[in-house]
């Protein structure tokens, strides 16, 4: 894991902005793995500033909330739309989120893994932490060898997540997520963590033991992972001066 200490959200993302926009360089029809919440927002005024070309891109989102109508304003559809979408040149046909109204849901979730397949996998995915360790909407014991699927969220989630709806009982108990062995199948992971309420969930993932209690946790079997980070979001990591030391003295050819 390459862990990325910065002062501010704003300089964490900035890094982050760069090694998206060096992958769609270096590969212009790159399959970017996405995700919501309010962690990826300024990355993604961040990209569109950046006036990338996105004509050859293909998008799979990480999950969708099930039951509310496509356009309703919370759903993952709507807001990917909104803040990302309808800013850059990408082919609405190459944009894949998981359909939440779906009929039959084990046959979308299977059908989302197999057009992932299909592409040639994801090549970078973008991750939030939940302040319990979730990525995507894989809640604690979440298998760690998971496929896309229905999960229930859990009351923590609900609550941290009301702020969008307006109050808890609004916010849909099922979803449909990416699964861990899905994520863990990204070429590159990228996880983004802001603010004081990510400290405790981050310092588990990065340096406690692996295990689904806390999902994020299983990123430490993966090959490319880096994690970008505010100086709240690190507050709890034991080893912060030797991440700093890493990044302030990464040879030139490694620096993004
Ligand atoms: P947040 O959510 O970015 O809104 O904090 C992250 C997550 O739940 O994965």
Redesign the pocket.
Known sequence: MEIIIRETAASATGIAARIIAKLLRDKPAAVLGL?T????LPLYRTLIEMNLDWSQVTTFNLDEYIGLPREHPQTYHSFMWENLFQHINISKDRVHIPDGNAADIPASCADYEARIREVGGIDLQVL???TDG??GFNEPTSSLASRTRIKTLTRQ?RV?NARFFGSESEVPHHVITMGIGTIMEARTNLLLAFGENKARAIAEAVEGPITSINPASVLQMHPAVKVCLDEPAASELKRADYYRWVYDNKPAWQTF
């Open positions: 995700a919440g309010s962690t990826p939030g932490i939940g979730h990525l989630t941290d």
